[in-house]
């Protein structure tokens, strides 16, 4: 059991911590942050923590930095609520470009609070997550430290996110291309995290590799899988409105398959298509199953990625665990929010 | 004279650089991280590149960072080329929350990119900023390092910027306020750069107050400047719209203590005044001539940090006439362009 009142800040570097409470401590560390922001932000800051989101990657984090002990650190927890505080801000300006009105089931900032203070508060949130990783001391002489390789990873996502509105609307856009844009998009945040969380493990050089593939394939599964909940989903699991990636324009896998293999779709959807009519004609046509498939492909290589660790068995399946999480498998059918 | 051809990567850590060359590699750092960008970027990051600053924020911090040998080196170009993208990527965020249309000169970039493109953009120059540093390799147990420092003074600008957006069109804005405001917006990143700057110099201890002092004193200067030459330039002399605070609603110190001693001037204002006639309304009620007395203010207390540091004279006289230049007396009277 977990005392709530356990404070992030009564940890010391030294400690070991069992993952169950490494994420508490990062669950408060962020809470933390946007519920004691600075006053001028504030408000936004706690409309933001009222929402909360599974924290796929904060868990991806302190699983991959367990020790041979199966426990993590301080600098862990750090580290995965930074992560958190990135993503959150990619959210609030994706926001913004999306022109999106809800996210994980509550009003989105720029539409509660206008643009203006939407864009600042993404960049205060960016600015505080890198706070956050200076505050780690380096153990060792390992090198990248998280703080060094994060910026870089986090630039991939930038770009991502704009090859993605470049080619918004584009009903022609190339199963390649669409690859190209969620490796920015998704994994190469997954892949930043796996990859950190290996730089905190203390593991041996051997594993790095594994551990960035198993970050990608990771952030393709979720990826994939968000693509699809996307056209299956009905309001009622889903926190943010059904089929948002279609009517903002985002064309993604199913669909893009689906138009392969039924040209007529496209004229269908100039003229404007019915949601009901569309989810019917992707599913017709084979996008979701062809999606499915394609997830299964890179759950397998995940899977066979773990199996090649030198870690203990315990911490594989905690990775397998995390990985069944980013194909919906887990939380999901609880009706638990996407992010 | 300065090779033009000799490029960055070509000097290592330990190379001392004299102050020209460091500011002319620091100019090549920056154009080559804009023009190079990746290619879904680059048309955005090349128009940037059109449009020179003056670099003043670059010029501190390799003045400061200077040794005793009146030299530096390549982590103080890094940290120079990193605090210039830095106060770039705001610059884009700034204009859009703004809606400025022209800036160094040019068309601002979500004018001619559109406003998703522009966010994103913002995004990444952060990022990059936040990468550049990271390949700073720390030579000593000093701490905290450059990197560590940078995102904490970034969170203090998003803050000052979001208070400015609050007080938009507040014409009862005091000056206490006002003050508030520009320290974060204008002065935390000067008190940054001085900073970092002090950290790879090498000197004792005893200066730092001094130069982070200093910093804040110049920042404000600079800041006062540019309030004042919204009221004072022409369109000849500015390479962005003369009058641009005033018809943002961007309320500033000559404005706060015209309506302070005129109080009509609030509703003259409300009614819709002319440019030409609040310029002269603000310059009648002394606002002017208060804001240069306070511009006066902190440049007195500059110089009498300046003096107070340990440092050779040479290095003294270098940081004075950067204070020149914040105060607008060198590049302003030439029509650089304001930044």
């Known amino acids: 059991m977990i005392d709530p009142n356990l404070h992030f800040d009564s940890v010391t570097d030294t400690d070991r911590l069992d993952l169950d409470m490494a994420l508490h401590l990062t669950s408060e560390e962020i809470r933390r942050n946007l519920t004691g922001a600075p006053y001028v932000i504030r408000n936004l800051t706690r409309h933001l923590a009222k929402a909360g989101g599974k924290n796929i990657r904060a868990r991806a984090l302190l699983a991959c930095s367990a020790g041979s002990d199966g426990k993590t650190d301080r600098r862990a927890v750090l580290t995965a609520s930074a992560i958190e505080l990135l993503h959150l801000a990619t959210l609030v300006h994706d926001d913004i470009i999306d022109n999106a009105v809800l996210r994980r089931g509550i009003d989105t900032l720029h539409k509660k609070f206008g643009e203006k203070n939407a864009v600042l508060c993404g960049d205060f949130l960016f600015c505080l997550a890198f706070q956050l990783v200076g505050r780690i001391k380096p153990p060792e002489e390992r090198n990248p430290l998280p703080e060094n390789l994060l910026p870089a990873y986090m630039t991939e996502i930038c770009l991502g996110a704009l090859r993605e509105i470049r080619n918004n609307h584009n009903y022609k856009l190339s199963e390649r291309a669409y690859f190209g844009i969620i490796s920015g998009k998704t994994a190469a945040l997954f892949e930043a995290t796996f990859y950190a969380g290996f ?101 397998k290589k995940a899977l066979k990625i773990i199996h090649s660790l030198t870690v203990p068995e315990e911490k594989k399946v905690r990775l397998i665990n995390l990985l069944d999480m980013a194909a919906g498998n887990m939380l999901r059918t609880s009706g638990s929010a996407l992010s």
């Open 199 to 299: 730089l905190l493990s203390g593991e041996p050089e051997d594993n790095k590799g594994g551990y960035i593939d198993l970050g990608k394939c990771m952030g393709i599964v979720f990826q994939l899988s968000d693509d699809c909940f996307d056209y299956e989903a009905t309001k009622k699991t889903m926190k943010k409105p059904v089929l948002s990636d279609f009517s903002q324009g985002v064309v993604t896998l199913p669909l893009i398959y689906a138009i392969k293999k039924d040209p007529s779709l496209l004229e269908r959807i100039e003229s404007g298509i019915s949601p009901q009519d569309i989810k019917q004609a992707v599913r017709a046509a084979g996008g979701l199953a062809y999606t499915h498939l394609k997830i299964d492909r890179y759950h």
